[in-house]
C-alpha cells in the first residue's frame, strides 16, 4: 500500500490551524466535485480530499496520523508500525465507510455514529491501545501508561494532554481485548454519565516468541552434537527458563510441546519449541579438520531425495 500525505492532497502545510483545513477543504471540494469538475479524474481527486479532510479535521486523528507522518513521503510504500496509535485515546468513532486501504490500515474500518445528543446525555467513550509484556498476562500485573489526548489550543492548532493511569492487567489476558474503565472517557452533559475508556491490549515486541491465539511459538538453535545425541539444554519461555530434554536423532523444525506452558485461561495455550541446527563456523585450521573428520565419517547426502 502507498502513504498518503494528507496535507499534500488539501494543499496545507503540517503547522496550519483547524480553520485553515477546513477552508482549504471547501475551496478544493467545490473545485473538484463530480457535479461541477470537467476534470477526468474529479471523482477521485474529491473521494481523496473528503478522507484527507476526516482525518485532518479531528484532533484524534489528526495527532495519530502526525505520529508518522514526518517519516514518509506521498507515494512510499508503506506498513503501519507494529506498535502503531498506542497511548492515543480518541473520543469517538465516526468515520466515513468509502475509504482507502491506507486510512483502514491506520483507523479501521468504522461506520458512522449517528446518535442523536441530549442536553442530558452519557459522555463519549475513549478508545486507546496500550502494549504491555506477553509475561505480564501469565500473571496478571499492575502498570502504568501515559495516554495522550489531542486537544485544540486557542488559535485553534492540535496540542496534547497527557494524563498517567494505574491498570490491573488481568491473568490469561490476549491481545485484541478490550478493558473497560468506567467513567474514564469524556464527562457526560447536564446530568449525564461520563463516557467509559476501552484499552485495547496488545503485546510488545520480544524477538523470542510468536503468539497464535493462546498458542506460543519460539524457535531454539542446537548444536550438531546437541541434536543427534540429545541433550538437556536451557529453553526460554515468557515465565522464565526451562530445562528441556532434546531428544537424539532429533533434525531442524522438528515441534516440542509443552502442554499448558502457553497464555493462561479456562483452556489455557501450549509453548511449542521449533528445533533449529546452528553450524560452528569454520574459521580455523582445527574446525576445518573436524569438518573434515565428519565428512568421512558420514555416508549421508541431505540433497539425496531431489535426484530424479
Known amino acids: 500500500m502507498k502513504f498518503k500525505d494528507y496535507y499534500e492532497t488539501l494543499g496545507v502545510s503540517r503547522d496550519v490551524s483547524q480553520d485553515e483545513i477546513k477552508q482549504s477543504y471547501r475551496k478544493l471540494a467545490r473545485k473538484y466535485h463530480p457535479d461541477v469538475s470537467k476534470a477526468p479524474d474529479a471523482d477521485e481527486r474529491f473521494k481523496e480530499l473528503g478522507e484527507a479532510y476526516a482525518v485532518l479535521k479531528d484532533p484524534d486523528k489528526r495527532a495519530a496520523y502526525d505520529q508518522i507522518g514526518n517519516q514518509w513521503k506521498n507515494g512510499q ?25 491506507f486510512f483502514e490500515a491506520l483507523f479501521g474500518r468504522q461506520t458512522r455514529n ?14 486507546v491501545k496500550i502494549l504491555i509484556d506477553l509475561a505480564d498476562t501469565y500473571a496478571g500485573a499492575k502498570r502504568s501508561f501515559t495516554l495522550r489526548m489531542p486537544e485544540f489550543d486557542a488559535q485553534g492548532h492540535a496540542t496534547v494532554r497527557e494524563r498517567q ?32 475508556l476501552y484499552l485495547e491490549i496488545a503485546f510488545n515486541s520480544d524477538p523470542r516468541f510468536r ?51 502457553g497464555i493462561p485461561g479456562p483452556a489455557p495455550g501450549d509453548l511449542y519449541v521449533i528445533l533449529t541446527i ?15 573428520a565428519m565428512a568421512k565419517a558420514f555416508d549421508f547426502n541431505p540433497r539425496a531425495h531431489l535426484k530424479g
Open 114 to 127: 449517528g446518535q442523536q445528543r441530549h442536553m442530558h446525555a452519557k459522555g463519549q467513550d475513549h478508545h
Open 77 to 101: 510504500d508503506f506498513q503501519p508500525p507494529p506498535d502503531w496509535g498506542a497511548g492515543f485515546e480518541s473520543s469517538g468513532r465516526e468515520f466515513g465507510t468509502d475509504n482507502s486501504d
Open 165 to 196: 493511569l494505574d491498570v490491573n492487567i488481568p491473568k490469561g489476558i490476549r491481545a485484541g481485548q478490550h478493558l473497560r474503565l468506567a467513567g474514564q472517557g469524556s464527562p457526560g452533559l447536564g446530568e449525564g454519565q461520563a463516557g467509559d
Open 278 to 292: 546452528a553450524l560452528p563456523p569454520a574459521e580455523n585450521e582445527k574446525a576445518r579438520e573436524a569438518y573434515c
Open 211 to 261: 503468539i497464535d491465539g493462546r498458542d506460543i511459538y519460539t524457535d531454539l538453535p542446537l548444536t550438531p552434537w546437541e541434536a543427534a545425541l540429545g541433550a538437556s539444554v536451557t529453553a526460554p519461555t515468557p515465565e522464565g527458563p526451562v530445562q528441556l530434554t532434546i531428544p537424539p536423532n532429533s533434525v531442524a523444525g522438528r515441534k516440542l510441546r509443552l502442554k499448558g506452558r
